[in-house]
C-alpha cells in the first residue's frame, strides 16, 4: 500500500521550488504540498507563502523540475479565509482559489489544499448560507476540471483577533457530516491533521473510518497539550495557552494508532509532513533537522516500498 511522504513547502518559505525540491530529494521525500498564496507579505505565520504562482506560471517548467527530481506535487495549498466578513479580503481569497484549482488541473495534480473559511464572530448556522452560496460554486468548477477540494480541519481559533468562532467551519465531524450532505459533489473532501483534533480534546482515530471516502490529503503534525496549564484556564481560554504544535511523534498523537487505522480505511493518498514546531525554527539548518527527523520516523510506517 503506496502513501508518498511530503511536507508543506511553507517551513521554507525563502527557497524557491527548485532549491524546495532539491531538499525533499536529499532527504529522500517522495512528494510535497506546495504553497499557492498571492505574491506578497502575510501577518499570519505560515501565510503569505508562494512557492508557485498560480497567476504566472510555466506548466512545463515546473512539471521539468518534479521529473528531475523525481518530486511530485501532492497538492496546490492556499489557507485563506474565504468567507470573511471583510468584503475584499472575501473576494480576493475566492477568486485565488479558483485560480489555484485551475492550475492544479493544468498541471496535472488533481488535488487543492484549504480552508472554508468563516465570519468568527457569527455562529455556525449564521455563517451556513454563505458558506453554500460561495463553495457550492468553487467545488462544481473544481469537479469539472477533475481536481479534488480537501478543507483542513483547524478550526483558526489560536488568539483574539479570531475569537470567539475561529476562522474555519470545517473543524469538527458534526460540521462536516453537515457539509457533504448540502454539497456531496465527490471532489468535496478533508485535508485531515489529527493534531487539530487532539488540542480540541476530540477522538481523531473515529473521522478515519467514518469519512474515510472524504480524505483525499493528509497532514502529519503533532501536538503537545499541557495538562496543567489545560487545567488551570480550561478550554474556554485560546489554544495557544495550553498547546504547543510538535514534530511527529514529539506530541500526543499515537502515530502507531493513526497509521493502523488509516490503513484498514484503505488510504493510499499523500501524507505531508506540516512543521509548526517552533523549536526547530531557529535556522536553515535547524528547518532541515525537523524535515529529517520527520522523515526518519514517518518513515516507520511509511517504507518507500510498501
Known amino acids: 500500500m503506496i502513501r508518498p511522504l511530503g511536507f508543506v513547502t511553507a517551513i521554507v518559505?525563502?527557497?524557491?521550488l527548485e532549491s524546495v525540491m532539491?531538499?525533499?530529494?536529499r532527504i529522500g521525500y517522495q512528494c510535497l504540498e506546495v504553497c499557492c498564496w498571492p505574491p506578497g507579505k502575510a501577518s499570519r505565520r505560515y501565510a503569505g507563502i508562494t512557492h508557485i504562482n498560480v497567476l504566472d506560471y510555466d506548466?512545463?517548467?515546473?512539471?521539468?523540475?518534479?521529473?528531475?527530481?523525481?518530486?511530485?506535487?501532492?497538492?496546490?495549498?492556499?489557507?485563506?479565509?474565504?468567507?470573511s466578513p471583510d468584503?475584499?479580503?472575501?473576494?480576493?481569497?475566492?477568486?485565488?482559489?479558483?485560480?489555484?484549482?485551475?492550475?492544479?488541473?493544468?498541471?496535472?495534480?488533481?488535488?487543492?489544499?484549504?480552508f472554508i473559511g468563516r465570519d468568527w464572530t457569527k455562529n455556525v448556522d449564521e455563517n451556513w448560507p454563505r458558506f453554500l452560496e460561495t463553495w457550492r460554486p468553487i467545488i462544481q468548477e473544481a469537479e469539472d476540471l477533475g481536481v479534488q477540494i480537501g478543507i483542513e480541519n483547524c478550526p483558526m481559533l489560536f488568539t483574539a483577533d479570531e475569537w470567539p468562532g475561529g476562522k474555519n467551519l470545517a473543524h469538527s465531524p458534526a460540521i462536516w457530516r453537515r457539509m457533504f450532505e448540502d454539497i456531496p459533489n465527490p471532489n468535496f473532501g478533508l485535508n485531515y491533521d489529527p493534531s487539530h483534533m487532539v488540542f480540541q480534546q476530540m477522538d481523531y482515530l473515529a473521522p478515519l473510518r467514518e469519512f474515510a471516502d472524504r480524505i483525499f490529503h493528509v497532514h502529519a503534525k503533532d501536538v503537545r497539550v499541557d495538562t496543567?496549564?489545560?487545567?488551570d484556564v480550561g478550554t474556554l481560554a485560546f489554544p495557544n495557552l495550553y498547546h504547543?504544535?510538535?514534530?511527529?511523534?514529539?506530541?500526543?498523537?499515537?502515530?502507531?494508532?493513526?497509521?493502523?487505522?488509516?490503513?484498514?480505511?484503505?488510504?493510499?493518498?499523500?501524507?505531508?509532513?506540516?512543521?509548526?514546531?517552533?523549536?526547530?525554527?531557529?535556522?536553515?539548518?535547524t528547518i532541515e533537522l525537523s524535515l529529517r527527523q520527520s522523515h526518519t520516523f514517518l518513515r516507520n510506517y511509511l517504507p518507500k516500498n510498501a
Not at 493502523?260 to 539548518?285: K, W
Request: aromatic letters at 6%; charged letters at 20%; proline letters at 5%.
Open 244 to 285: 504547543t504544535p510538535k514534530l511527529p511523534g514529539m506530541g500526543d498523537v499515537d502515530w502507531g494508532k493513526f497509521f493502523s487505522t488509516l490503513t484498514c480505511t484503505g488510504y493510499t493518498g499523500p501524507v505531508c509532513v506540516e512543521v509548526e514546531d517552533r523549536a526547530y525554527e531557529g535556522s536553515d539548518e
Open 87 to 114: 468584503a475584499e479580503e472575501s473576494s480576493t481569497a475566492v477568486e485565488h482559489i479558483r485560480a489555484v484549482v485551475a492550475a492544479s488541473a493544468e498541471l496535472g495534480i488533481g488535488k487543492m489544499t484549504t
Open 228 to 231: 496543567e496549564k489545560l487545567n
Open 59 to 83: 506548466a512545463g517548467q515546473i512539471k521539468d523540475v518534479c521529473a528531475r527530481h523525481e518530486i511530485s506535487i501532492s497538492s496546490l495549498g492556499y489557507y485563506p479565509n474565504a468567507l
Open 22 to 25: 532539491q531538499l525533499a530529494s
Open 13 to 16: 518559505p525563502d527557497m524557491n
